[in-house]
């Protein structure tokens, strides 16, 4: 059990380094373009507003045999007080046949800002979620899924 | 003809200390039929979703989640939550067709 611990621990480790190695030298950062049906998703939610990339942690398996039931957690860096706080957090599955999966409204008594649920993507693509702060800055965050077998009825 | 919502199953620690921030994990049986899908014939099959979660806490809400197709048939929703006081729970879901479940969980802090 501590072995499984340990080992968890080192991997999330270099998962932190390899995500910010991945920002920084990524060709296709979080602001990389998106579909035109998830940029309107997005602006039909939030508005015409600036994204900033960051606060966002997106917690879903690499590669996903079964596209009809994915894992994720989103977590978004906060205090969670009534003064700064997550007010909304919109996930979009960039490549879905219809891009908007979930939108979450978080309160200060969640202590928190962690939601999770299971989800379904029709094919390969980025997960996108985007923070709504309760100063009103917008953060988002987005990670890869590679889907073997397609979880869109199709 | 809407699917039937089934019986909601909720898990949260009995007992919390003063502070300490919990996570609350549902889940409800429905198809989540995203209106996509061809049935044997060919027909698609009208969508069905549960579309709406609300959770409160001594009447005052604490999280809501809006659903779309995208999300698994038999919807699992957790979150965290920060205990500071004993309270009564209640988790409703809500379908298209503005049918309701709910389900109520006492939280003991102390």
């Not at chain 1, 030298?25 to 990389?32: E, Q």
Request: hydrophobic letters at 40%.
């Amino acid at each position: 059990m501590d072995g499984k611990v340990a080992l968890s621990r080192r991997t999330a480790l270099f998962g932190t380094a390899g995500a910010v190695i991945a920002i920084t030298l990524s060709p296709k950062p979080a602001s990389a373009s998106l579909q035109p049906a998830t940029e309107a998703a997005i602006k039909k939610l939030i508005g015409e507003k600036t994204l900033t990339e960051g606060r966002i942690t997106l917690r879903l398996p690499p590669i996903a045999e079964n596209g009809n039931t994915i894992p994720l957690t989103v977590a978004v860096e906060s205090p969670m007080t009534a003064a700064d706080h997550v007010k909304a957090v919109h996930v979009f599955a960039d490549r879905n046949p219809t891009p908007d999966v979930a939108s979450f409204t978080l309160t200060p008594a969640m202590g928190r800002a962690e939601v999770s649920t299971r989800i379904r993507l029709g094919q390969t693509q980025d997960v996108v979620a985007v923070a709504e702060m309760s100063d009103g800055s917008l953060f988002v965050g987005r990670q890869e899924v590679k889907v073997t077998i397609g979880g869109c009825g199709g | 003809m809407a699917a039937p919502i089934g019986q909601p199953r909720v898990r949260l620690p009995s007992n919390a200390k003063a502070g300490d921030i919990i996570e609350i994990r549902t889940l409800i049986s429905h198809p989540m039929e995203t209106g996509q899908r061809r049935d044997s014939s060919g027909n698609l099959v009208p969508r069905d979703i549960i579309k709406t979660f609300i959770a409160t806490f001594d009447g005052q809400e604490v999280f809501r989640m809006d659903l779309h197709p995208a999300i698994s048939a038999n919807p699992y929703i957790a979150f965290a939550f920060k205990a500071e006081k004993s309270g009564t729970f209640e988790f409703t879901w809500i379908n298209d067709a503005g049918t309701r479940a709910t389900s109520r969980s006492e939280l003991k802090v102390g």
